[in-house]
């Protein structure tokens, strides 16, 4: 049974810095495709980061250059720093799993087969 579990949102001024973990259980996630998704009250889903089972990473532009996607294959945690944060970063953060080894092609919520239940992020300005 895969279970992914959030950890490391909360409440920051604008500017500020936070690191979200993401611990798979019953999913090895260097062996697959592993995403950061984000909902704002009242929007879509949409896809913030994604990295494959080569370490290769994808951003969406709205976060890139303050936003890194790592992990850590030995605790088996998908991580999300997120610096420079903007009141508009402000939702409720999710990883994601797919059993593909790569993530081309793999960005909308309907791509992904495992979810966790998710960790609140807002930002003051």
């Known amino acids: 049974q895969v279970q992914l579990v959030e950890s490391g949102g909360g409440s920051v001024q604008a500017g500020g810095s936070l690191r979200l973990s993401c611990a798979a259980s019953?999913?090895?996630?260097?062996?697959?495709?592993m995403g950061w998704f984000r909902q704002a009250p009242g929007k879509e889903r949409e896809g913030v980061a994604s990295?494959?089972?080569?370490?290769?990473?994808s951003y969406a532009d709205s976060v890139k250059g303050r936003f890194t996607i790592s992990q850590d294959n030995a605790k088996n945690t998908l991580y999300l720093q997120m610096n420079s944060l903007k009141p508009e970063d402000t939702a409720m953060y999710y990883c994601?799993?797919?059993?593909?080894?790569?993530?081309?092609?793999?960005?909308?919520?309907?791509?992904?087969?495992?979810w966790g239940q998710g960790t609140q992020v807002t930002v003051s300005s």
């Open positions: 994601a799993a797919e059993e593909v080894p790569y993530c081309s092609g793999y960005t909308q919520e309907a791509d992904f087969r495992y």
């Open positions: 990295i494959d089972s080569d370490g290769n990473t």
């Open positions: 019953g999913y090895t996630i260097s062996s697959g495709c």
